[in-house]
């Protein structure tokens, strides 16, 4: 019995921990597509109670929490989410291994899930432009600051050693697979497998990360704030923020983003810059994962194969697509200053070949030592193949866990403070805003958010403090 013991501990825990990311959230993310915020609100606060002291899946919980919070306008219950967030994975910006050894053993043993949920290098970057943003709507400039600084850390980490981490996380599977009897590189090789991976996910399955985890609106969020500050040296870092946004954006694309350089570069040399509006758009959802099922080979006779569940990602369409600023003069189209698609794809592509050895290293494991179970039980053989078969079913899960109410991209139009104080927004699905009222300030946001087009979509408009 003792011997019996450990499995179902870590099954019990698994299910418990795993049981559907996604199926949990399924009441806010259907209240966050319709544009319910408040209702989204109230469907994320139970779960976020019952998270609050939980390691495994806490992050992820309080990722999803600090959106669904601060659209429904609750700034301080979104402050706390995204810092106990933050508070969770910040040991990982400083030390040099982000794994632990007997998490990961009990996640061969049993799978992903039970895995503690550390947030996306892409997650790491946008938990604190969010916070920036909480304190910037609340006139917090010096604070908002310090996030984007924290931001930037994170996306110059993940630069720097996030392909090394990956690769080092995959040999150590790789090896816990050897100890448990399987060799994950033999079912690497196979062609029925490499074909089966190559169809559900394209040539990228098997590349080495790259490592290019850079977003955007981050960067850009930084300029915005630097210019409101208006000093000499603000002025020169931000031409340089508005520099690397446009760089990538791509030529072509960074024409807006270049008449920011342009702006600032004049400001360095004595020539104040009129009052900006910043229009930042969010719409629509990034993707989601679901599950993929797959027979993997084992290479025992009589047990050739066994199911293992993989993540595929999943895209969401029926977004607003752009809209057009109107203030007296001719309408702003806007521009797509981050696509979010492309970032969580990016990300994805690069832990592929990790997953995909863990997972297979999970599911095998288990399959071995059901096999050799059976074989040692003799005439009792078939009880450890039912139980193994059942345990093998329950505890064969992909990881489906990622941030739900991140949007699809986010766009944005830029221009001088009308001299109306005004201004009116028409969404591309024909939903028109009406006589925003601009504050007088250096620089103004008017910061909107809609996921779903028709849906009634979310406005606010704020100055950008000057302390920051």
Known sequence: MRSFGRPVLLAVTALSAACG??????????????????????????????HDDAPINGVIFHLDGGTVLRASGDLPGSVRSLDWAYQAVRPYLDEAAETKVTEEAAAVVTNQTVRTYRGTAYDRILMNTYQALNYLQMGQGERARVELNRALNWQRDAVERNADRIAKEQAAFEEAGKSKGYDASATLKDETFRNAMAQAYGPVWDRRAAADYEVSLTTYLRGITLLARGDAS?????????????????????????????????????????????VLMETGRAPSRKELRIDIPLFIQEVPYVGAAFPLLQMHDGQVTSFSVESG?????????????????????????????????????????TYFAQRAAGDYGWAAALGGAIYQVSMNSADLRCWLTLPKAWLAARLSRPESGTLSVVLGDGQRIEGLTLPDAPVSIVYLKSVRSGTRPLHVVFPVPTDG
């Open 21 to 50: 990311y996604d199926r949990k959230m399924e009441g806010v993310t259907s209240a966050w597509d319709a544009g319910e915020w408040s209702l989204a609100a109230a469907e994320m606060q139970p779960l976020l109670q019952e």
């Open 234 to 278: 603000a002025m020169d870092q931000a031409r340089q923020a508005f520099k690397q946004v446009a760089g990538m954006l791509g030529q072509g694309l960074d024409e807006p983003v270049l008449a920011d350089v342009a702006m600032a570069d004049a400001a360095t040399r004595g020539q104040a810059p009129p009052k900006m509006v910043y």
């Open 329 to 369: 003069t001719q309408p702003l189209n806007s521009f797509t200053l981050c696509d979010m698609d492309t970032v969580v794809k990016r990300s994805f592509d690069d832990q592929l070949p990790l997953v995909i050895v863990a997972t297979l290293v999970s599911s095998a494991s288990k399959a071995v030592a």
